[in-house]
């Protein structure tokens, strides 16, 4: 008996003419991850995507982890192919597999689909025949067709039949790289990270651009963002993170410029540099982690200073989010552990003691010009350096 896992998507099929591109680039993209499981074959018909062992090397319990981080992917589960595609092949393949995914389950119940209506039975009666052959191997199970604790499926496909017993949910959102590529504004802390998980999850392929300001902050620091990326690649696929020194233009910010406005000035020069390096790189938007009102720097005014510094769109997916809900998804994707490690930040050396929550555009303008703006840009984007993160299959 052979065990494969079939994938159902989501969103893609809502796509009219652009489909086939989604489709082929969710195959691609599972493909390439299914590479570090061993030798499978993936294929798509009638809007499943079958993944199949080829040989005693496959993982199946690796695929099946990998499979549950590919985005596009909205529910997917482990099936025995039948021994035939009959009645009798069914009920056998169904009596054979499915006692060890219904231990626990006191109550099941059956539903079949038929995409090949040549199929001798009907619907109804096939699960009623596959019913009848769980019942005969797990005498102690009942039927129960309200609520069950188990529901199992058997599903005839053309040539091919496959029975199941719970489905799990996937990723959801579209495969990554069906939408541009943006630019991730990456710090070390909870909120970046879920900012490009969730980009991410809408389809776009993801580039990142990291400040750091050597050495109020310390190699240390910068190790702990890279392996946030390392670990964010689990869902995006490998990252490229630009690594830009901002220690210069803090200290001239320091010598020359209103400490109430520093955060602001700051946040300027990385909107700027990360707007350059983006457009060099073939990026479209800005992302970042941003949550209204969460510091002074996030305020609505705070916030329309900054974007000003950027001619692309800035993304800002956790802006109607609090704490508790960014959290929670670091969590789920296993960041958070890391992100909570203590160490500075460039945002957190020269701070001001009194930021300005309301700023003014032109007052923030006014303070830029005090310092040769276009300079300054230019040497960080020189010094830049990149680290190309692989993506890290567990
Ligand atoms: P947290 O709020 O959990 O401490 P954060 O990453 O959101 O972490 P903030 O100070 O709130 O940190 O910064 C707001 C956003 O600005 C970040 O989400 C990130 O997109 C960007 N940012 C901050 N510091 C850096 C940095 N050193 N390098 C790159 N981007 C940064
Ligand atoms: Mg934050």
Do not use: W
């Amino acid at each position: 008996m052979k065990e494969f896992i079939l994938c159902k998507y989501g969103e893609i099929i809502l796509k009219g003419a652009n489909r086939a591109t989604f489709e082929a680039q969710l195959v691609k993209e599972l493909r390439f991850r299914l590479s570090f499981c061993g030798n499978f074959s993936v294929t798509r018909s009638q809007s499943v995507i079958y993944i199949e062992p080829l040989d005693g090397d496959a993982d199946i319990d690796a695929a099946d982890e990998a499979v549950s981080r590919v985005f596009g992917i909205i529910a997917y589960n482990r099936a025995a192919q039948a021994e035939s595609c009959t009645v009798e092949g069914i009920c056998k393949t169904a009596a054979e597999y499915l006692p060890e995914k219904l231990a626990g389950a006191r109550t099941f119940k059956v539903e079949s689909k038929r995409a090949d209506k040549s199929f001798p039975l009907g619907s109804i009666e096939l699960s009623r025949e596959v019913g009848g052959a769980i019942l005969s191997a797990c005498p102690k199970l009942r039927v129960d067709v309200h609520s069950p604790d188990v529901t199992v499926r058997a599903e005839v496909r053309e040539g091919a039949a496959f029975v199941h017993a719970g489905q799990k949910k996937g990723a959801g959102g579209m495969p990554v790289g069906s939408s541009d590529r943006a630019m991730l504004l990456l710090s070390g802390g909870i909120d970046s990270p879920v900012a490009g998980y969730m980009m991410a999850k809408r389809g776009v392929r993801l580039e990142a651009v990291h400040f750091e300001s050597f050495p109020y902050t310390s190699e240390r620091a910068r190790e702990k963002v890279l392996e946030l990326a390392s670990l964010m690649t689990k869902y995006t696929g490998g990252i490229n993170v630009h690594v830009v020194s901002l220690t210069h233009i803090q200290e001239e910010l320091a010598k020359h410029c209103n400490e109430d406005y520093f955060t602001l000035l700051l946040r300027r020069y990385m909107m700027t540099i990360a707007d350059r390096i983006a457009k060099e790189n073939g990026c479209g938007a800005l992302i970042t982690g941003e949550s209204l009102g969460q510091v002074a720097s996030q305020t609505m005014s705070a916030l329309g200073v900054t974007d000003a510094a950027a001619t692309m769109p800035v993304f800002r997916p956790c802006i109607g989010m609090d704490k508790a809900e960014i959290v929670k998804i670091a969590e789920h994707i296993g960041t958070f552990e890391t992100s909570i490690q203590p160490y500075e930040d460039c945002c957190t050396v020269f701070t001001p003691r009194h930021p300005r929550t309301k700023p003014e555009l032109s007052k923030v303008l006014a303070e830029e010009q005090k310092l040769d703006f276009e300079a300054l840009v230019a040497e960080a984007i020189a010094g830049a350096t990149v680290e190309r993160i692989k993506y890290r299959p567990n």
